[in-house]
């Protein structure tokens, strides 16, 4: 199975139990089409520096990743019907600027959708 942040598919990454998911090289989060946070990997939450239980049942881009709700991010999810793109970007919420790659992850008739993040 292929765990690389650009070869990871929406079905690996919901069949990976939490440890699994937690031992990813890569920050990852799910979310529900409403936008709550469901998964949220150990590698993330080390990074960020905000817990799992900080994040986990919060709203992604209105509570945790503010800095990513734009156009740039939040909007693709709003108006892609499918979503697989990697693009450049600077974190910049509670950090000081902080150059990651980002993939956006989506489908029809999969309700969760993830960022990945690639530091």
């Known amino acids: 199975m292929r765990m690389s942040f650009s070869e990871i598919s929406l079905e690996q990454l919901d069949s990976l139990s939490a440890q699994d998911a937690d031992a990813l090289p890569f920050g990852a989060i799910g979310f529900?089409?409403?936008?709550?946070?469901?998964?949220?990997?150990?590698?993330?939450?080390?990074?960020?520096?905000l817990s799992q239980e900080r994040v986990l049942g919060r709203h992604f881009f209105a509570e945790v990743a503010i800095c990513m709700n734009n156009f740039m991010v939040a909007q693709r999810f709003e108006d892609a019907g499918s979503l697989d793109?990697?693009?450049?970007?600077?974190?910049?919420?509670?950090?000081?600027?902080?150059?990651?790659?980002?993939?956006?992850?989506?489908?029809?008739?999969?309700?969760r959708r993830y960022v990945l993040i690639q530091r």
């Open 85 to 111: 793109e990697t693009i450049d970007y600077v974190l910049t919420l509670r950090m000081r600027p902080t150059p990651v790659k980002l993939r956006l992850l989506m489908r029809p008739g999969h309700d």
């Open 32 to 49: 529900a089409s409403t936008g709550i946070v469901e998964r949220y990997n150990a590698t993330e939450s080390r990074l960020a520096g």
